[in-house]
């Protein structure tokens, strides 16, 4: 299959994502805000605070980890993959299936 330079950054053979600006500026926050909180869990380590305290908030950076997840899956579904059936390329099917249950695994 010969893709242009575009379609090939557009999930192509490169295997690049394609997101917006905007979309990356969301992603970033969140890693940002997520990277922060791995930051205050450990300092609750260092600081002996109470166990329980310390899962509540590792709960809350799985599940803001686990946004990012379903934010990205989102969109590889609505472009990626669209595209790559578009194109007659079916594989991507168990390509996603395996992704899908490597998320379902947390």
Same mark, same amino acid.
């Given at each position: ?23 990356? #500026?969301? +992603? ?10 791995? &930051?205050?869990?450990? %300092?609750?380590? =260092? ?22 997840? #379903?934010? +990205? ?10 595209? &790559?059936?578009?194109? %007659?390329?079916? =594989? ?15």
């Amino acid at each position: 299959m010969n893709l242009t330079a575009t379609e090939e950054s557009h999930c192509g053979s490169e295997r690049k994502s394609h997101h917006s600006d905007e979309m990356k #500026k969301n +992603l970033q926050t969140r890693l940002n805000r997520i990277e922060g909180q791995i &930051r205050g869990i450990k %300092g609750m380590i =260092e600081k002996d605070t109470y166990c329980d305290d310390v899962i509540t908030q590792i709960a809350a950076t799985q599940s803001a980890l686990n946004s990012v997840s #379903k934010l +990205l899956l989102e969109g590889h579904m609505k472009s990626c993959i669209v595209d &790559r059936i578009q194109e %007659g390329d079916l =594989e991507v099917v168990d390509e996603l299936l395996v992704t899908m249950k490597r998320l379902m695994k947390k």
